[in-house]
């Protein structure tokens, strides 16, 4: 603790507790479920006052990373992606043009995601990706619905991938993509062949799944990706032409 301690000694009293935290958490010597030094011992290793690290972990419970129990200490919990989720919506809700970003994020967790679903999905998984393209193709008038279905088969695709890493940045930025695909729908739903690409497409990044073929399923996700963009350019196209001049 004291080596990392003198390379962050520039740092203020709270960015200590948290600079601690994460890499205790990063190399190892805390787990969940484990119990931090007692307030005095640790205020002293961390050289920060008792009423600024009672702050700092107050700060971390709130986000999910600790569980501060009355007379018992601060045991290290396990992260709640939901949490997580909420932290990056709300960042990144800030930003101009975010959802551009964040599509672009989907593409490369997806592709990566898809693939290892080829090798790793079972027959568990299959069943509850084709479960979620029953439901895709049920709600496709709908946006809101249907936007709700698309979400969750692509999410659905990323959990067969069973790497908890891409399924936690998939989830950190759910929220985000899920509203993105209603919107989408909102934009698209009037758009000529929407309906059969919409089926078509999704069948077939399922079925490259189904193949094992991940050279087949990471392309067909990628045509899926760039039709979807084109369908969204000329659903505005249309609708700004048919805007009344004034």
């Known amino acids: 603790m004291s080596t990392m301690l003198a390379e962050g000694h520039d740092l203020s009293g709270a960015e200590k507790v948290f600079t601690f935290f994460r ?3 990063l190399n190892g010597t805390l787990k969940p479920g484990e119990r931090l030094l007692g307030e005095r011992e640790l205020s002293l290793s961390l050289s920060v006052s008792r009423p600024l690290l009672r702050e700092a972990l107050r700060s971390l419970a709130m986000l999910g990373f600790l569980d501060i129990r ?3 200490g601060a045991y290290v919990r396990q992260a709640d992606i939901n949490v997580l ?3 990056f919506t709300f960042s990144l809700a800030q930003q101009p043009d975010i959802l551009d ?3 672009q994020a989907r593409i490369a967790i997806e592709c990566q995601a898809i693939r290892l679903a080829c090798e790793r999905a079972t027959e568990s998984d299959l069943k509850r990706i084709g479960s979620k393209l029953t439901r895709l193709m049920d709600t496709l008038h709908d946006p809101i619905e249907g936007g709700a279905a698309d979400f969750a088969f692509h999410q659905a695709i990323v959990e067969a991938g069973h790497s908890e890493a891409l ?3 998939y989830g950190a930025i759910g929220e985000l993509l899920r509203r993105s695909h209603v919107q989408r729908r909102e934009v698209t739903v009037s758009e000529p062949g929407i309906v059969d690409y919409l089926v078509e497409a999704h069948r077939e990044v399922f079925l490259s799944i189904v193949d094992r073929d991940p050279d087949a399923a ?4 990628r045509d899926h990706f760039a039709i979807g963009d084109e369908f969204r350019r000329r659903s505005l196209i249309s609708a700004f032409a ?3 001049q004034t």
């Open 23 to 25: 890499d205790a958490l």
């Open 218 to 221: 990471d392309r067909k996700l």
């Open 167 to 169: 399924t936690t940045l």
């Open 101 to 103: 970003d964040v599509m």
């Open 70 to 72: 009355h007379g018992k």
């Open 242 to 244: 048919r805007r009344p």
């Open 85 to 87: 989720s909420d932290f």
